[in-house]
């Protein structure tokens, strides 16, 4: 009779050549196995650790076969997508810290070794190198981590090893292990070194993983997911202390990487701008074609927002070739209005203006000038003063608020946070962050907004929700992350 592990060795097998759609399969197969028999998961464990020892010493366990399925098992087992809830998360999380010693030993002696490649045919968006194993031991403390009070308990160990990993295998970062890196108690100061060390190792950072640290510092979407956002200011101050005396391809090299990459304002031709937007199109259109088959409701909203992805694509081709100077102009504004709305990217930026030669210092400081201009723009969403709030009770006034506001559509300009946080200039409102408690600049705008005496005449009704049908619309803005399920309560009307 088969075994629980029988069985998920078996499924591994099965799951060949391990493709993106025969993964999921064999986690979710494991899953199911793993919520069956949870005696199932250190066996899981110990043949991990086999595996990596097996490579290391030129012999996998035969369960395994080769090198390259040992390693292939270490891939598919650093992930966390076939633990069955968060006890089974807990399980892992202890087994991990009980193999730490061993696991750190294994570990120290994979980053050693240099890199080669392990598979014939890599998964599509794999290197294949040895690299991605060592990359998937060191994430295994982050996609198994339980987080909560004492769950930095083996940080000390594993976080100064990331700088190493960066150097030794530059193919394989990604978000994970930025965001590792940026708890290195030197964070800035290394993530300056690793730039340095790919610009003078080949002199374009745009081929080197190190574009991903770029898209954290000043990219579109940096103050979302940008790990090391905060350091921007402090990396580009260590990086660039002698910037003056580099070399100008280099120099150069910096600006495309770290500068017009990330703010996506790259020169580039009328005819590989059209290109580029429908390839982005096409890409849309064959995610949504693969996916066709997969009838979940998640696939379905996938679907929907790659449809309006390739759209909008489709469009921005054909107005690069309608009107190419109004799309470039369009490019320049966006990366103005980035700078604009984020203080921190401001700063780092001053740090490029005030140490790249001519032509690129000047250069960035005219992107500062400019940002500087539409900071004083008028704001769609600027806070009253104090003295324009006529309401004792701020819970009565948000009821009101979502009467007029959200119900009746008659007190505009109807409230949006993330566009409220793009324009807020104080500080940097990070609503992912902020958004599970009540954001102050957000309570200050509802409590001193203005409140006409002919829209209050039209309030004959007001709705206090408890959450169960979905809560008030102001809610989503004042306390995005509200949830009445964890002992959230509403706003209380007191007087």
């Known amino acids: 009779m088969m075994t629980a592990l029988d069985k998920a060795m078996a499924a591994f097998t099965a799951a060949a050549p391990y493709g993106w759609t025969e993964t999921k399969a064999l986690w979710a197969e494991w899953a199911d196995l793993i919520e069956s028999a949870p005696a199932l998961l250190p066996g899981l464990y110990r043949i991990y650790l086999d595996a990596v020892r097996g490579v290391l010493d030129d012999a996998p366990p035969a369960a395994l076969g080769d090198k390259a399925r040992a390693c292939r098992f270490v891939l598919v087992f650093s992930a966390s997508n076939y633990l069955p809830g968060f006890q089974r998360k807990k399980d892992a999380w202890r087994l991990l810290q009980s193999h730490h010693a061993e696991h750190l030993d294994l570990l120290r002696a994979a980053l050693a070794r240099p890199d080669h490649m392990v598979f014939d045919m890599p998964s599509r968006g794999e290197t294949g190198r040895w690299g991605a194993v060592v990359a998937a031991m060191l994430m295994l403390y982050r996609r198994h981590k339980v987080f909560g009070p004492g769950s930095d308990v083996l940080e000390g160990d594993i976080i100064p090893l990331i700088p190493d990993v960066f150097r030794a295998f530059p193919q394989e970062i990604d978000r994970t292990l930025i965001s590792m890196l940026a708890e290195h108690p030197d964070a800035g100061t290394v993530a300056a070194d690793w730039i340095r060390f790919h610009l003078e190792a080949d002199g374009n950072p745009s081929n080197a993983p190190s574009v991903a640290l770029a898209a954290n510092l000043l990219g579109a979407h940096a103050q979302k997911f940008g790990a090391l956002f905060s350091q921007g200011p402090a990396i580009f101050t260590h990086l660039l202390r002698d910037a003056p005396s580099w070399p100008e391809a280099r120099v150069a090299a910096f600006w495309r990487a770290f500068v017009e990459g990330p703010l996506q304002i790259v020169p580039k031709t009328q005819e590989d701008a059209v290109k580029d937007a429908r390839i982005w199109a096409e890409t849309y259109r064959n995610a949504i074609a693969a996916s066709e088959g997969d009838m979940s409701l998640a696939a379905k909203a996938n679907r929907e927002k790659d449809a309006r992805s390739a759209r909008e694509f489709e469009a ?180």
């Not at 604009?340 to 032509?359: E, G, I, M, Y």
């Open 316 to 495: 921005e081709a054909a107005l690069i070739a309608a009107d190419f100077d109004n799309w470039n102009a369009r490019r320049r504004q966006g990366a103005v209005r980035a700078l604009s709305s984020a203080a921190t990217k401001r700063k780092a930026l001053t740090v490029v203006a005030r140490q790249l030669p001519a032509p690129f210092g000047p250069m960035a400081q005219a992107l500062l000038d400019e940002a500087k201009a539409d900071a004083a723009r008028p704001k769609v969403f600027a806070i009253a003063k104090p003295a324009q709030n006529r309401f004792r009770d701020f819970g009565l006034k948000l009821l009101v608020i979502e009467e007029l506001m959200y119900r009746q559509g008659v007190l505009l300009p109807k409230f949006d946070i993330h566009a409220f946080a793009a324009e807020y200039q104080k500080r940097e409102i990070n609503v992912d962050k902020d958004g599970y408690a009540i954001i102050p600049e957000v309570k200050a705008y509802f409590a001193n907004l203005p409140t006409p005496d002919d829209l209050l005449a039209r309030v004959e009704r007001l709705h206090q929700s408890s959450g169960l049908d979905g809560g008030p619309r102001y809610i989503d803005h004042l306390f995005p992350f509200w949830d009445p399920g964890a002992g959230d309560d509403p706003v209380p009307v007191t007087a």
